[in-house]
Nanobody, 116 residues
Framework: QVQLVESGGGLVQPGGSLRLSCAAS????????MGWYRQAPGKQRELVAY???????NYADSVKGRFTISRDNAKNTVYLQMNSLKPEDTAVYYC??????????WGQGTQVTVSS
C-alpha cells in the first residue's frame, strides 16, 4: 500500500529553520508530483510548494524566498527546507503525492510550531 511518512517537524523560534522530510513507499516515486501543504487551526489546507517529476518547482507567495522544496528520487524522499520561519508558518504540514485524481496520496502530517 502507499505510505507517505513525514518527519522533521517541531518547535522553533522565529527566524529559525527546520527541514521536513517525506519518505514515500508503494508508488513509483519518480513519476509523481510531490507537494507540501499546511493547515493552521481554523483555516483551510493550503499549498506550500510542489515539485514535478521533471524538477520544476512552484511556491506559495507567502513562502517564496524562504522555503525550498527538493526531491531525491533514489531515496524516494521529498524535502522542504524552511528558513526565516515566522509565527504564521505554524501549522500541520502534509506531504502529498499526485499523479492524477485517482492517484493522489497524503501523509499523516507533522506539526510545525514557530514561537518564542
Amino acid at each position: 500500500q502507499v505510505q507517505l511518512v513525514e518527519s522533521g517537524g517541531g518547535l522553533v523560534q522565529p527566524g529559525g529553520s527546520l527541514r521536513l522530510s517525506c519518505a514515500a513507499s508503494g508508488i513509483v516515486f519518480s513519476i509523481y508530483t510531490m507537494g507540501w501543504y499546511r493547515q493552521a487551526p481554523g483555516k483551510q489546507r493550503e499549498l506550500v510548494a510542489y515539485i514535478t517529476s521533471g524538477g520544476s518547482t512552484n511556491y506559495a507567495d507567502s513562502v517564496k524566498g524562504r522555503f525550498t522544496i527538493s526531491r531525491d528520487n533514489a531515496k524516494n524522499t521529498v524535502y522542504l527546507q524552511m528558513n526565516s520561519l515566522k509565527p504564521e508558518d505554524t501549522a500541520v504540514y502534509y506531504c502529498n503525492a499526485f499523479r492524477h485524481t485517482i492517484q493522489n496520496y497524503w501523509g499523516q502530517g507533522t506539526q510545525v510550531t514557530v514561537s518564542s
